[in-house]
């Protein structure tokens, strides 16, 4: 059984930085991991994700102040965000799965995911 655990989230106040972490626990060798958010009534929102090459994608808006990286060896996933703005605050998911070819973009191409971690960040 695949268990995802985040971690790192907080209340930071606006212009501050958060790096979040997402531990895999199980057998896994899937080659994707993505990072979304989430505000209550909302749809889940895609952040960005990486493929098992390490390159990465992200949606426009979040470019140049988010990375998101890994450690295949501890199968540990980051997302290091800078710059954060009240708009940012979220409950913050890491999704992973397996695929052929590119990483799915949407959440429904993620069978495994975490219970997230909450950021808040104040003005």
């Known amino acids: 059984q695949v268990q995802l655990v985040e971690s790192g989230g907080g209340s930071v106040q606006a212009g501050g930085s958060l790096t979040l972490s997402c531990q895999v626990f199980?057998?896994?060798?899937?080659?994707?991991m993505a990072w979304f958010r989430q505000v209550p009534g909302k749809e889940r929102q895609r952040v960005g994700r990486?493929?098992?090459?390490?390159?990465?994608r992200y949606r426009e808006s979040r470019r140049g102040r988010f990375t998101i990286s890994k450690t295949n060896a501890e199968n540990v996933g980051y997302l290091r965000m800078t710059r954060l703005q009240p708009e940012d605050t979220a409950r913050y998911f890491c999704?992973?799965?397996?695929?052929?070819?590119?990483?799915?973009?949407?959440?429904?191409?993620?069978?495994?995911w975490g219970q997230g971690t909450q950021v808040t960040v104040s003005s």
């Open positions: 990486i493929e098992s090459l390490g390159d990465t």
């Open positions: 999704g992973a799965g397996d695929a052929g070819g590119l990483c799915p973009a949407g959440a429904g191409g993620y069978p495994y």
């Open positions: 199980g057998i896994y060798n899937g080659n994707c």
